[in-house]
C-alpha cells in the first residue's frame, strides 16, 4: 500500500521549520521516519502536510561543548555508535547504540526522534534520563530546555509543544571519574527491550559521590529511579550496595504481565539489570585501577524465587 497524498515540506533553517510548524494546519515532522513511515505506508497515518527536516544538516552534530555532550537532531543511532567521543567517554550512549533494532534502522532514525517518539521502551529516553539530560527545543517563543525528568508525561506523550521541535540532547560531559552503563534484555535482535536499566555513577575517592538509575519498559513512561540513586550516594561501591539498589529499582518498577513474561519476572529482569549496570558503569569510574568484581545475581527463576517473586 502507498502513502496517501500530503503537502512535503523541505526546510532550509531552524527558524524556517518553526515558521511551518506555527503556520501550517497539524503538520506532521519527519527526521529519520523510522516509525513515520511504515505508519505512512499502511495509512496508519494520513497527514496532510509534513514537514522534512533532513535539508538541516547543521543538526548533523556529536561534540562536546561548554561542558556538555551535544547531539544534533540528526545525528543517527550509527553516528552515537561509531562516535569515538561517545566510545571513550560515555559507556551508556555506546552501549545502547548498537541494541537498537537492526542496522538499517540505525543507519537512518535520529537519537531525537526516539526521545520525541517517547516510547517507553525506546532505549534513548532511559540513557538521557541516567545522565540527568535536558531536550532543547525551538519554537516561535525561542529556544527553551526541558529537563528529561520532566520530559515524559505518557506513553508517545511529552512536554514538546505542537509548533516546537527538538534541536539537540544534552547531557552534562562527563569527567575521568565517571562512568555509564546500558542492559537490556529483548527476545531477538530487532525488538524492544523487555526490560532495560540505565545506571551512571561518579567516584570520589573510592566513594560513589553521585548516581543516576533510568529503566526501560517497565512503566508508563522511561523512568528515573531516585530511590536507588539516593541508596548508592555516598556509599563504597560493592556487590552488596549494588544488589539492594537493584532491589529497590525493580520495586520502584511497574511492569505488565504479556506474551513475554509475567509482572514478576520483568521486575526479576529490572533487579539483575540493574546490578550489572552499576558493576559495568563502577568499572568504567574507575578503569585506571585495578579491576573490580561486582558479581551480579542472574536472571533466572531461583533468582526470582528467592527475592520472593
Do not use: C
Not at 543538526?59 to 553516528?79: N, P, S, T
Amino acid at each position: 500500500m502507498k502513502a496517501a497524498n500530503f503537502e512535503h515540506h523541505e526546510p532550509e533553517t531552524i527558524e524556517e521549520a518553526v515558521s511551518l510548524l506555527e503556520s501550517l494546519d497539524e503538520p506532521t515532522i519527519l527526521a529519520g521516519g523510522q516509525s513515520l513511515i511504515p505508519m505512512l505506508r499502511f495509512r496508519l497515518a494520513r497527514p496532510d502536510t509534513v514537514i522534512d527536516l533532513n535539508g538541516l544538516t547543521e543538526l548533523e552534530y556529536i561534540r562536546e561543548d561548554d561542558g556538555h555532550l551535544k547531539i544534533g537532531a540528526l545525528a543517527r543511532h550509527v553516528d552515537v555508535e561509531e562516535s569515538a567521543i561517545i566510545d571513550r567517554n560515555y559507556g551508556s550512549f555506546a552501549d545502547a547504540a548498537p541494541l537498537i533494532a537492526d542496522p538499517q534502522i540505525r543507519n537512518q532514525g535520529t537519537v531525537a526522534g526516539s526521545i520525541a517518539q517517547s516510547d517507553p521502551k525506546g532505549d534513548w529516553g532511559t540513557v538521557l534520563l541516567a545522565h540527568d539530560g535536558e531536550v532543547v527545543a525551538q519554537g516561535p517563543d525561542g529556544e527553551r530546555t526541558i529537563p528529561a525528568k520532566d520530559f515524559f508525561l505518557l506513553p508517545y506523550d511529552n512536554m514538546l509543544g505542537e509548533d516546537e521541535l527538538i534541536t539537540e540532547i544534552r547531557v552534562p560531559e562527563s569527567g575521568s571519574n565517571e562512568g555509564s552503563a546500558y542492559h537490556k534484555l529483548k527476545r531477538k535482535v530487532g525488538d524492544y527491550a523487555m526490560a532495560g536499566s540505565a545506571a551512571r555513577v561518579r567516584l570520589d575517592g573510592g566513594v560513589i559521590e553521585d548516581a543516576d538509575v533510568a529503566l526501560t519498559a517497565v512503566d508508563i513512561t522511561n523512568i528515573a529511579v531516585d530511590e536507588a540513586a539516593e541508596e548508592l550516594e555516598g556509599e563504597r561501591p560493592s556487590a552488596d550496595l549494588f544488589r539492594e539498589a537493584g532491589k529497590i529499582a525493580a520495586e520502584q518498577s511497574n511492569p505488565e504481565s504479556d506474551e513475554h513474561g509475567s509482572a514478576a519476572y520483568k521486575r526479576n529482569m529490572v533487579r539483575v539489570l540493574t546490578q550489572r549496570a552499576l558493576a559495568d558503569a563502577t568499572e568504567r569510574a574507575t578503569q585506571d585501577g585495578p579491576a573490580a568484581d561486582f558479581g551480579t545475581d542472574q536472571l533466572t527463576p531461583e533468582g526470582m524465587a528467592a527475592e520472593g517473586d
